[in-house]
Each structure stands twice: as C-alpha cells, then as structure tokens.
C-alpha cells in the first residue's frame, strides 16, 4: 500500500470508528442498533488494526516523535510486532477527537498530560456509580453533609 492510501484508509478507518463510537453511546439507540454498530466497529478495527506513525502523526496534527512518546507513555498503542511501528487504529480514534477538543480550546502546551486527564475524566463518568450519582445531582436528589457528618 502507497503512503497515500496508507494516509486515506487510516483517515477513513478512524473517522468511522469516531462516528461508531458516538452512535453507540447516544441514548437512544436501540440495544440491537447498539449490538450492530459495535460489530461494525470490531470489523472495522480487524479491518485495518493499525497505521504508521507518519500517518498518526498527521491525524494529530503532532511530531512523529510525539506519537512515539505517547506510544511509550500510554495515550497510543503500538501494534505488537508490526514492523515498522504502528499506532492500532482503536487508540488513535479514542485519541484524535480529544486532541482536536483540547486544540480547539487553545491547549498546546503539556498537551500529553490535558490528554491523558480528559480520558481519565471521560472513563470516570462512564462508571454506572458515577454515572447514577451524576444524575442525581442534576435532579437536585441529594443532602448537604458536613465534614461533621463524615
């Protein structure tokens, strides 16, 4: 494959997986759309499970070394035993509209650290006890206590 298709199949492969994973989380979505939609998703990952790190690099408008600090330090996965390197697509799609949002909000500096707090954030509210007492709080269903209380 040329670096031009490598560059297209990996911007097609991600934008997908992004748009899956919206379309999964919305609420409204049927328990069997959600089965389907998450399958699409699977097939899509085996489909092209990872892409180079020039390529990585692009989508997130960052260094190829950066890419392989994140690599290193977590945000990214490496494909086990791809030769050369690459980024799995998955981590890249969980990855690349996070660094757009913190792009957009003027975040440039310590981006690697911003990054891997709005994920920790983002898979804290996903727990259901979280989740639950969120929206209680929205509804107001809830007691004040004090630190006498505790």
Do not use: F, H, N
């Not at 035993?81 to 440039?108: C, F, H, I």
């Not at 994920?119 to 929206?135: F, G, I």
């Amino acid at each position: 494959m040329s670096l031009t298709d490598d560059v297209r199949a990996a911007e097609a492969a991600v934008l997908d997986l992004i748009d899956l994973d919206v379309a999964t989380r919305d609420p409204t979505v049927s328990p069997q759309l959600r089965r389907r939609l998450t399958l699409m998703c699977q097939r899509r990952e085996e489909g092209l499970p990872g892409v180079r790190l020039s390529v990585a690099a692009g989508l997130l408008g960052l260094s190829e070394r950066t890419v392989r600090d994140w690599a290193a330090r977590g945000p990214l996965d490496l494909v086990p035993g791809a030769k050369p390197a690459r980024v799995s697509t998955t981590s890249l799609a969980r990855v690349v509209p996070v660094v757009k949002q913190l792009q957009d909000a003027g975040q440039d500096r310590d981006l690697l650290r911003a990054l891997v707090e709005r994920l920790e954030d983002e898979r804290v509210r996903s727990l259901p006890r979280v989740k639950k007492s969120l929206k209680q709080m929205e509804r107001g269903d809830y007691e004040l206590l004090s630190s006498a209380d505790l």
